[in-house]
């Protein structure tokens, strides 16, 4: 396993970098100044590429001052949110409000959050309209189901969300016929929003479905003597090697513990075996949207 190519292939997710997001966040004040030394901190060390969103406000904000003061030029993908619940703002209002408050003029990548608004006549007109004008490099969907895996010449990228536990997706034929005609993907949520780091102990009891397979994979990690994050990364990349996978991290001694992936100790036969024990304990548990909705 080539651990050279695996670090070009992470984004640095920033839903945490301006509010506790995530079940393993539990810090409570945000220092910019603190954040900003984290993003050059991460751009000095080639990990130049971050996924944001509009719904991110304080994210986008913080990621904005970072450029204007330092005058970079990372790789920037954003997400144009739910249009009906912006019903009194229309998509371009919304787009540019995405490039001012990031300091840019332009976006390697834009997604629509809501599938369904690709239905929208005006979207599509006005998505064609910024790709001839350059303003965006690629346009895709961020989705959640295999069957929102729509065939359109335009949609040139997919952002899913998977990780060992539901892999659903990531091995569903709708993705595979996407990847095979020449479809590129971001993988997000492969800590499953922190839920893989965490002590188990800690795990509220309105999700102790979950236990058991955290239990197992942090077991396994320590027999393999491997980082948590790590392995994490290295099964998502195994089942899709060229896949740009999104990790949520907002501080420097996560970067310093990403910049020492090592798969020098892993076999391609222990990944192997590793997603298969986790496919067992696959279930609607581990969709965090759950969390809210159901426990």
């Not at 130049?48 to 990372?74: M, Q």
């Not at 001012?100 to 998505?127: A, G, Q, R, S, T």
């Amino acid at each position: 396993m080539r651990v050279s190519s695996i670090k070009k292939n992470i984004i640095i997710g920033t839903a945490q970098l301006g509010t506790n997001y995530g079940i393993a966040n539990t810090e409570k004040n945000i220092n910019i100044n603190e954040k900003i030394k984290f993003l050059n901190f991460s751009y000095n060390n080639k990990l130049t590429s971050f996924d944001t969103a509009y719904a991110y406000k304080d994210s986008h904000r913080i990621i904005g001052k970072w450029i204007r003061e330092y005058k970079l030029n990372p790789v920037l993908s954003s997400k144009i949110p739910n249009l009906k619940l912006y019903a009194y703002k229309s998509i371009d209002i919304i787009f540019n409000e995405i490039l001012k408050e990031l300091n840019v003029k332009k976006l390697k990548n834009l997604f629509l959050h809501n599938p369904k608004d690709w239905n929208n006549k005006e979207v599509k007109k006005f998505i064609i309209n910024i790709l001839d004008k350059k303003l965006i490099t690629q346009f895709g969907l961020s989705i959640y189901e295999k069957k929102d895996i729509i065939k359109d010449p335009l949609i040139k990228i997919i952002q899913i969300p998977g990780n060992i536990f539901n892999q659903e997706i990531l091995l569903s034929e709708e993705l595979n016929k996407f990847l095979s005609t020449g479809g590129k993907i971001q993988i997000r949520s492969i800590l499953i929003q922190g839920l893989l780091t965490i002590n188990p102990s800690l795990i509220p009891s309105s999700m102790q479905e979950t236990k058991e397979g955290v239990l197992f994979f942090q077991n396994i990690a320590k027999e393999l003597n491997v980082n948590n994050v790590h392995l994490a990364i290295l099964c998502i990349n195994y089942l899709i090697p060229n896949a740009k996978i999104i990790i949520g991290i907002d501080n420097t001694k996560q970067i310093k513990d990403l910049l020492n992936i090592n798969a020098s100790n892993i076999q391609d036969s222990d990944i192997q075996e590793i997603l298969k024990v986790c496919r067992s304990y696959s279930g609607e548990h581990w969709d965090p949207r759950n969390w809210y909705n159901k426990y």
